[in-house]
């Protein structure tokens, strides 16, 4: 009788401690995944803000918007990693900030 238990036990644990190593391992993948998800939408909002805050401090010294995004880039010093985002700038016109879309480009 003390044999079929210990024999169940070590059955169970042969079966349980395997089942519980994938369980974990897979929850860490699941985290790591959603860890860069977070950060890669973090990074979008980042690049927006910035080209705001660029616009912004382009009026202030200038007094209007600027025309374009290769004005930030030349006057502003902004850089944009046109690999990884593609920012669309639409100008209404010098007194009006610019409708600023940034879009993440699929790999």
């Known amino acids: 009788m003390v044999r079929k238990k210990n024999g169940l036990l070590t059955l169970l644990r042969g079966l349980l401690l395997p089942v519980i190593v994938v369980t974990v391992l897979l929850c860490f993948a ?18 927006e803000e910035t080209l705001r805050r660029s616009c912004v401090a382009c009026y202030a010294a200038e007094g209007v918007y600027p025309p374009d995004l290769d004005y930030l880039k030349e006057h502003y010093g902004l850089q944009v990693d046109e690999t990884q985002y593609t920012v669309r700038y639409m100008v209404f016109a010098e007194n009006l900030m610019p409708d600023i879309t940034v879009l993440e480009n699929k790999r």
């Open 30 to 47: 699941a985290a790591l995944d959603n860890l860069s998800e977070g950060r890669s939408e973090e990074d979008l909002f980042q690049l």
